[in-house]
């Protein structure tokens, strides 16, 4: 009675487990930057560009008319925990905030973790893939990494009209236009592609919710 009780426990922890990937933490981050990016484009969400920033810098994602708001994503913190010999977790924090005119500015949101997952921008999506400038040195707890790359998924950003983005086996991406026509990137282009600027930005308050927007 005793095995089969232990049997049908045993079934249940199979069951309940969660689905992991066929990487490590550890061999994803020993890995290179267009690797991960190709399993989060497979496993999270589909991608129209990428950033890499560091702590306190951000970037512009502009509406498709002046009309509309303009989104600015700021890496606020970039880290690794480790658990003595492997690293165990990755937390990327960023803040979000709706900009007008370029002058005007309401804080939209803050995610505390947007490492290997999506989270809301405007009509779009952005998702921590990868980290870098960290140590790797044997030891336990949080360590800051200098940079982490953050994607986007933006439907209405201008000049991000992308259906579709591949990585090819020799390291070249390639991206699928809205209107069915591709264009080969190098992974280098691909980070800047889209109209996009990393800039660091400061917010200065005036009443309520409303900033001021400083550029520079």
Same mark, same amino acid.
């Given at each position: 009675? +005793?095995?089969? $009780?232990?049997?049908?426990?045993? #079934? &249940?922890?199979?069951?309940?487990? !969660?689905?992991? *990937?066929?990487?490590s %933490?550890?061999?994803?981050? +020993?890995?290179? $930057?267009?690797?991960?990016?190709? #399993? &989060?484009t497979?496993?999270?969400? !589909?991608?129209? *560009?990428?950033?890499? %920033? ?114 090819l ?48």
């Amino acid at each position: 009675m +005793k095995k089969k $009780a232990l049997a049908v426990f045993v #079934l &249940f922890l199979i069951v309940a487990a !969660p689905t992991v *990937g066929a990487w490590s %933490l550890k061999d994803l981050l +020993k890995g290179t $930057a267009s690797h991960a990016l190709d #399993l &989060f484009t497979r496993e999270v969400m !589909p991608v129209d *560009g990428y950033k890499g %920033l560091k702590v306190g810098e951000g970037f512009w994602i502009e509406g498709e008319h002046f009309w509309n708001p303009d989104y600015y994503v700021q890496l606020n913190d970039s880290r690794v925990y480790w658990s003595y010999l492997v690293p165990t977790d990755v937390d990327v924090k960023v803040q979000v905030w709706k900009v007008y005119l370029g002058i005007f500015a309401f804080p939209y949101a803050t995610y505390d973790d947007i490492w290997w997952k999506k989270e809301k921008v405007g009509d779009g999506w952005i998702g921590a893939f990868f980290v870098w400038d960290f140590s790797w040195r044997p030891g336990h707890g949080w360590r800051p990494a200098g940079k982490a790359y953050i994607a986007y998924n933006l439907p209405s950003a201008q000049d991000l009209n992308v259906k579709n983005v591949t990585i090819l086996q020799n390291g070249s991406v390639q991206v699928l236009f809205n209107d069915n026509t591709t264009k080969l990137l190098s992974f280098e282009e691909f980070e800047g592609f889209g109209n996009m600027t990393v800039e660091n930005v400061t917010f200065r308050h005036l009443v309520g919710n409303l900033y001021l927007v400083k550029r520079g």
